[in-house]
Nanobody
Framework: QVQLVESGGGLVQPGGSLRLSCAASRRIFRFNAMGWYRQAPGKQRELVAT???????NYADSVKGRFTISRDNAKNTPTLQMNSVKTEDTAVYYCNVYGSMSWTESYRDYWGQGTQVTVSS
């Protein structure tokens, strides 16, 4: 098993920047895709950005041009650079990896516990 822990969240003013990281208790052996999701109060969890093992990225329309997802090669976990943040970006952000820990283990979803991002002046 592996545990994912997000960090980098906090309070930021509109127009500011944050960088979210996702630490793994041990390196995920292989992955198909990884990404960031968020959940605002009273709303469902939504996709923010994903990156595949081949390097293809996908972003929610609301964050295109402002957020950038990348991969930490050491642990096979995602990072998220958030620029020009808006109040509507306020949410709990979760990292996700769809991967496996060995050649014989099936792929499965790994989730972190989330980190709060609050955008406010």
């Amino acid at each position: 098993q592996v545990q994912l822990v997000e960090s980098g969240g906090g309070l930021v003013q509109p127009g500011g920047s944050l960088r979210l990281s996702c630490a793994a208790s041990r390196r995920i052996f292989r992955f198909n895709a990884m990404g960031w999701y968020r959940q605002a109060p009273g709303k469902q969890r939504e996709l923010v950005a994903t990156i595949t093992s081949g390097g293809s990225t996908n972003y929610a329309d609301s964050v295109k041009g402002r957020f950038t997802i990348s991969r930490d090669n050491a642990k096979n976990t995602p990072t998220l650079q958030m620029n020009s943040v808006k109040t509507e970006d306020t949410a709990v952000y979760y990292c996700n990896v769809y991967g496996s820990m060995s050649w014989t283990e099936s792929y499965r979803d790994y989730w972190g516990q989330g980190t709060q991002v609050t955008v406010s002046s």
